[in-house]
């Protein structure tokens, strides 16, 4: 007995080179869906205001925003935000006093705070706000508590300023 051999004919020989232009279609066409991808990160990451390594920083890693956060903060909301006050006591002016009161009551004079250290033990962006305003960092809510305490003398310090003297 003979053995079969496949004759080659003209309709075989199409279909593998269609097969192989699909095949080609198809690598070409992931490796630019890969390159749309990584275009699409770029511009989200652009649109949505995050910073790449090597960029200006807009958070203080030790509490607060620097001054080009405050500037980004004014560009995007409209908000011109100050700096926190970190003078003595005897060196705030009545203004002082008030914008400094405000803060360490509005922030840790809650009667539920948030958390003042994460899971690792480190102070959260909460508790590091105290830094920008020239108090200790809080790690308990007694500290916490402590910051409040003299925020509302300060307000008190304030109120007493603004009077009319008799």
């Keep these: 007995m003979a053995a079969k051999t496949k004759r080659k004919t003209k309709t075989s020989g199409r279909k593998r080179a269609a097969y192989k ?9 992931k490796r630019s869906s890969a390159k ?6 770029r511009k989200t990451a652009k649109a949505s205001g995050r910073k790449r390594a090597g960029g200006s920083r807009e958070k203080d ?13 004014a560009e995007k909301q409209g908000a011109h935000l100050k700096p926190g006050v970190t003078k003595k006591e005897s060196e705030m002016t009545p203004q002082d006093m008030r914008r400094k009161g405000s803060w360490a009551v509005r922030f840790y004079g809650r009667k539920q705070l948030p958390p003042l250290v994460d899971d ?6 909460h508790a590091l706000s105290a830094h920008a305003w020239g108090e200790p960092v809080p790690k308990t809510v007694a500290a916490a508590r402590r910051i409040a305490a003299r925020g509302e003398r300060l307000l008190e310090r304030y ?3 603004k009077q009319p003297k008799r």
């Design 120 to 125: 690792r033990g480190r102070p959260t962006r």
């Design 36 to 41: 749309k991808t990584a275009a699409k990160k």
């Design 61 to 73: 890693p030790r509490g607060g925003l620097t001054a080009a956060g405050r500037k980004a903060f």
């Design 159 to 161: 109120k007493r300023a």
């Design 21 to 29: 232009r699909t095949a080609a279609k198809r690598s070409s066409a």
